[in-house]
C-alpha cells in the first residue's frame, strides 16, 4: 500500500471513530436525561416556546384610520411579519419533538435518537 493511500485510510478511521464517539457520547446524555432530550435541545425548545407566546400576544396597534375603520397598513405588514415569525418558531419545535425519546429508555432507542440529532443539527440550527 502506497503511504498516500495508507494515510487516506488513517484519517477516514480517525474521522469514524471521531463520529462514533460523538454519537455515543449524545446517545449517552440522552439517555441520562430526565426528558429524553440533550440540555441544549431542551434550552432551545424553552426559548422557542417563549418565542411563540410572545408572538401569540402580539396584537396590531388600535387605532384605525379616521375616514374608515380599516386597519391601518403597519397593522396588515405587522401580522404577516408575525405570522412568518411564527412559522419559523414551529418548524424547530416540530423536529426536537420528534428527537425525544419518549416511554422507556433504553440505550439501543437513545443512540438511534442521537443519529437522527446528528442528521438534523444543521436543520435546527437554520
Same mark, same amino acid.
Given at each position: 500500500m502506497d503511504p498516500l493511500s495508507a494515510l487516506g485510510l488513517a484519517g477516514n478511521i480517525v474521522q469514524f471513530i471521531d463520529f462514533g464517539s460523538k454519537l455515543v457520547c449524545?446517545?449517552?446524555?440522552?439517555y441520562k436525561s430526565s426528558v429524553g432530550a440533550l440540555d441544549q435541545h431542551v434550552d432551545l425548545e424553552a426559548i422557542t416556546n417563549d418565542l411563540v407566546l410572545l408572538i401569540a400576544q402580539?396584537?396590531?396597534?388600535?387605532? @384605525?384610520?379616521?375616514? $374608515?375603520d380599516a386597519p391601518l397598513e403597519e397593522d396588515a405588514v405587522f401580522l404577516k411579519l408575525?405570522?412568518?415569525?411564527?412559522?419559523?418558531?414551529?418548524?424547530?419545535?416540530?423536529?426536537?419533538?420528534?428527537?425525544?425519546?419518549?416511554?422507556?429508555? @433504553?440505550?439501543?432507542? $437513545?443512540?438511534?435518537?442521537?443519529?437522527?440529532?446528528?442528521w438534523t443539527t444543521e436543520q435546527i440550527e437554520e
Open positions: 449524545k446517545g449517552r446524555q440522552i402580539i396584537e396590531p396597534s388600535k387605532y @384605525r384610520n379616521q375616514e $374608515s408575525t405570522a412568518v415569525c411564527n412559522d419559523v418558531a414551529l418548524t424547530p419545535l416540530a423536529t426536537m419533538n420528534s428527537l425525544k425519546v419518549t416511554g422507556r429508555h @433504553r440505550r439501543c432507542k $437513545s443512540v438511534r435518537h442521537a443519529l437522527k440529532t446528528q
